[in-house]
Nanobody, 121 residues
Framework: QVQLVESGGGLVQPGGSLRLSCAAS????????MRWYRQAPGNERELVAA???????NYADSVKGRFTISRDNAKKTVYLQMNNLKPEDTAIYYC???????????????WGQGTQVTVSS
């Protein structure tokens, strides 16, 4: 049993910054990929950023150069540093994690509860 708890969302002015956190807890043997998605009203969920166990990263073109995904394996936490925020970044942000609960087990996928990010003046 694994839970992902997100935090760090809120209201920020355009050009401002926020850092989202997503902490995994429970029975975890190893965490593979960690990702951030977002979904705005009327839009499909989109992948914002991803980071592998080797810390290779990928970003959506819309956030490249502004957002940075990182991970702290000791804390089992993935972060999304969001700088120079724009109104179009407004969405609910969800973390998503691929992990193994036990050695030799099949990979499991978990979602966070979502955290609201609102960028408005």
């Amino acid at each position: 049993q694994v839970q992902l708890v997100e935090s760090g969302g809120g209201l920020v002015q355009p050009g401002g910054s926020l850092r989202l956190s997503c902490a995994a807890s429970g029975t975890i043997f190893s965490i593979n990929a960690m990702r951030w998605y977002r979904q705005a009203p009327g839009n499909e969920r989109e992948l914002v950023a991803a980071i592998t166990s080797g810390r290779n990263t990928n970003y959506a073109d819309s956030v490249k150069g502004r957002f940075t995904i990182s991970r702290d394996n000791a804390k089992k936490t993935v972060y999304l540093q969001m700088n120079n925020l724009k109104p179009e970044d407004t969405a609910i942000y969800y973390c998503n994690v691929n992990l193994w609960e036990r050695f030799g087990a099949s990979v499991q996928n978990y979602w966070g509860q979502g955290t609201q990010v609102t960028v408005s003046s």
